[in-house]
Nanobody, 127 residues
């Protein structure tokens, strides 16, 4: 399975941005998809921060406290795409955002849950 993330960019605090992640290369849908953020100045995968996750079938969602009420995760089953709508962005949201998927977890909340990590897309929020 491959995950192709897009939509990152440079924005100003208070702006909105939507990330997309297209899933390809498999005939079975994942159980869960989600997003993690690698903060600036960090390099190790275990330093990535959980952002949000959604169960592919049921649509259950979980958000990190820092993004609750500002970010919305959704999926389009027909397009095999998951979205992360981000609003009221602030500089603390800056980082490389990774799309992830799991075929064995109902939801993804830790770095150990995903089967697959996509390439990251950089989001930079200036103050």
């Amino acid at each position: 399975v491959q995950l192709q993330a897009s939509g990152g960019g440079l924005v100003t605090a208070g702006d909105s941005l939507t990330l997309s992640c297209t899933i390809s290369g498999r005939t079975l849908k994942p159980d869960a998809v989600g997003w993690f953020r690698q903060p600036p100045g960090t390099e190790q995968y275990w330093q990535r921060k959980f952002v949000s996750t959604i169960n592919w079938d049921r649509g259950d969602t979980i958000y990190a406290d820092a993004v609750k009420d500002r970010f919305t995760i959704s999926r389009d089953n027909a397009k095999n795409t998951v979205y992360l709508q981000m609003s009221s962005l602030n500089p603390d949201d800056t980082g490389v955002y990774y799309c992830v998927a799991s075929s064995r977890n109902r939801l993804i909340t830790t770095i150990y849950d995903p089967d697959t990590w996509g390439q990251g897309t950089l989001v930079t929020v200036s103050s």
